[in-house]
């Protein structure tokens, strides 16, 4: 079975400064791979996915993470942070099983932005 | 488009009680899915269906029922509700039954059984 590990519970960050959130996956295949956003009592919004292809992959509100299969992670990465980002980040992996899929997700990073 | 509506938003229960998490969504998407939110461990998925009429369990399905009658509602019943059932609760929903799509969530209902 699929399984993901995000290390940092907690990160703190000032406004403006760069920011790389850890993921690492256990997977038998090639993973489906996603980050998500939360922010405070909303629901998860997607930031970005990775099935194949180039391993760096950009999404929206200027994030990007990049696939190391020698690693077995998939950071994401911002370049300067904006107060706006404080919010909880999940890293899922997605795998097919024989009637359905399903994410598996980690326990997620909170992000506090100082300003 | 209302996207993934989830009713109610807080709910307190007694132990015992029995209650229905309605979930609705307005895309015409297959799959639907409902996940628990818990301190630290993330988000588990509780049930799925694939399509109307075809529902299955995910990880964490005692204490739970569903059924997909249509294809916009996924209703989540609580039979005999437990404080272990104390949680945020999300339905999601993508167009077919592929990780490849995504997957968008509804806002959540916040559940607390005393």
């Known amino acids: 079975a699929q399984s993901v590990t995000q290390p940092d519970i907690h990160i703190t960050v000032s406004e403006g400064a760069s920011l790389e959130l850890r993921c690492n996956y256990s997977?038998?295949?090639?993973?489906?791979l996603f980050w998500y956003v939360q922010s405070p009592g909303q629901g998860l919004q997607l930031l970005l996915k990775y099935f194949s292809g180039d391993t760096l992959v950009q999404g929206i509100k200027g994030f990007e993470a990049e696939f190391k299969r020698s690693q077995s992670s998939f950071n994401l990465r911002k370049p300067s942070v904006h107060w706006s980002d404080a919010a909880e980040y999940f890293c899922a992996v997605g795998a097919r099983k024989s009637s359905g899929d399903k994410l598996t997700f980690g326990t997620g990073t909170r992000l506090a932005v100082r300003p | 488009n209302a996207g993934v509506t989830q009713t109610p938003k807080f709910q307190v229960l007694k132990t015992g009680q029995s209650m229905t998490l309605q979930c609705a969504q307005d895309m015409n998407h297959e799959y639907m899915s409902w996940y628990r939110q818990d301190p630290g461990m993330g988000l588990r998925l509780i049930h799925y269906?694939?399509?109307?009429?075809?529902?299955d369990q995910g990880e964490v399905p005692n204490g739970y029922n569903v059924s997909r009658s249509t294809t916009e509602d996924f209703p989540l019943r609580l039979l005999s509700a437990a404080p272990s059932q104390t949680s945020v609760y999300f339905c999601?929903?993508?167009?077919?039954?592929?990780?490849?799509?995504?997957?968008?969530f509804g806002p959540g209902t916040r559940l607390t059984v005393l």
């Open positions: 999601a929903s993508s167009y077919r039954d592929s990780p490849a799509d995504t997957q968008y």
């Open positions: 269906s694939v399509g109307a009429g075809i529902t």
């Open positions: 997977y038998g295949a090639t993973p489906y």
